[in-house]
């Protein structure tokens, strides 16, 4: 199993809600990573965490919490969201630290009125 | 980190090879070369990557110059399936980030 399974791959939300997206993989990969990415732009790293520890924050607003629950999951939780915090989330992972190759997810396509 | 630079855009006729260029003149001695491409509505995909000497895969090859300030992603026979964004990346080999540049938009011509 090589995938990044991320849910939902879509979500509307207000800009007073509480939604959380999720991100999972099961290949024993220890280095899990968050990015966001606005249409026509490149991704932007925000979080990643390294055995389970946030080890980068790319002083991401804190209405975005992430949590490492265990080593396969990784949650990006979303609470009073812009309207510019709308763009497709990213979930990424790699065997650990290091030059080895990231593995990424479809996205979440997040969309805040 | 150090940066790269990339063309915006670039064109191929299907079934030819292409040639993407990167330069990262600011590159480290630990500095790993990546490329990675985006296909539209999807995530980022792994494409091939190198340190010094140049490097063949399934999917591509990476061509890097002797002083490695300057690389070349070479695709040996483009299809319509490789109409994608290219990102061209410098990743140190002890750090846990990958920064993305502005990418070359390949668009492929049947």
């Known amino acids: 199993d090589t995938e990044v399974t991320q849910t939902p791959k879509h979500l509307v939300m207000g800009m007073t809600n509480k939604k959380s997206l999720k991100c999972e993989q099961h290949?024993?990969?220890?280095?899990m990573y968050w990015y966001k990415q606005k249409a026509k732009k490149p991704p932007e790293l925000m979080f990643v965490y390294s055995y389970e520890k946030l080890s980068i924050n790319e002083s991401v607003p804190s209405r975005f919490s992430p949590e490492c629950p265990n080593s396969s999951l990784l949650n990006l939780h979303l609470h009073a969201l812009q309207p510019e915090d709308s763009a497709l989330y990213l979930c990424?992972?790699?065997?650990?630290?290091?030059?080895?190759?990231?593995?990424f997810g479809e996205g979440s396509r997040l969309t805040v009125l | 980190d150090a940066k790269t630079t990339q063309p915006n855009s670039m064109e191929s006729n299907e079934e030819e090879p292409v040639h993407l260029p990167c330069n990262h003149s600011t590159i480290s001695g630990t500095d790993y070369i990546h490329w990675y491409r985006q296909l539209p509505s999807q995530g980022p995909e792994y494409v091939i990557h190198g340190l010094t000497s140049n490097v063949n895969n399934r999917m591509a090859s990476l061509a890097i110059a002797e002083d490695r300030k300057s690389s070349t992603l070479i695709l040996h026979r483009a299809t319509l399936r490789d109409a994608a964004v290219y990102y061209c990346?410098?990743?140190?080999?002890?750090?846990?980030?990958?920064?993305f540049g502005t990418g070359t938009r390949l668009t492929v011509i049947p």
């Open positions: 990424a992972s790699s065997p650990t630290n290091g030059p080895g190759e990231l593995f």
């Open positions: 990346i410098l990743r140190d080999s002890g750090a846990n980030n990958l920064f």
């Open positions: 290949m024993g990969h220890r280095a």
